[in-house]
C-alpha cells in the first residue's frame, strides 16, 4: 500500500505565505505528476498545481505568479509555497500523486487534506 501524509496548512492573513509537503511511503516503484488541488465549501475540487517526475510544471490561472511546487524524488515528497495569499485562497487542499508499484501499474493515491485559511 501506498501512503501520502500531508503537512502545513493553517490560518494566515492575506498577503502571507503557507508551505504544503505531501510525503509518500510504502511500496512504491515509481512516483509520476505530483499534484495539489483544493475544494473550497460549497465548490468542486480544482487543480492548483502539478509537476511532472522531471520537473514540468503547471498551474491554474488564479495562482500563478503565487504559488511554486516543486518535489523531490528522493524522497517521494512534493512541495506547494504559497505566497500572498488571499482570502480567496481559502480551502482544503489535497495532495494527488500517480504512483507506480511495479513499471507497468499505475495508480492514483490522495491525501487527507489540510486546511488552508487566509484571513482579509
Known amino acids: 500500500q501506498v501512503q501520502l501524509v500531508e503537512s502545513g496548512g493553517g490560518l494566515v492573513q492575506a498577503g502571507g505565505s503557507l508551505g504544503l509537503s505531501c510525503a509518500a511511503s510504502?511500496?512504491?516503484?515509481?512516483?509520476?505528476?505530483m499534484g495539489w488541488y483544493r475544494q473550497a465549501p460549497g465548490k468542486e475540487r480544482e487543480l492548483v498545481a502539478v509537476i511532472s517526475r522531471d520537473g514540468s510544471t503547471n498551474y491554474a490561472d488564479s495562482v500563478k505568479g503565487r504559488f511554486t511546487i516543486s518535489r523531490d524524488n528522493a524522497k517521494n515528497t512534493a512541495y506547494l509555497q504559497m505566497n500572498s495569499l488571499k482570502a480567496e485562497d481559502t480551502a482544503v487542499y489535497y495532495c494527488n500523486v500517480q504512483v507506480r508499484i511495479t513499471l507497468l501499474t499505475q495508480s492514483e493515491r490522495w491525501g487527507q487534506g489540510t486546511q488552508v485559511t487566509v484571513s482579509s
Open positions: 510504502g511500496r512504491i516503484f515509481r512516483i509520476d505528476d
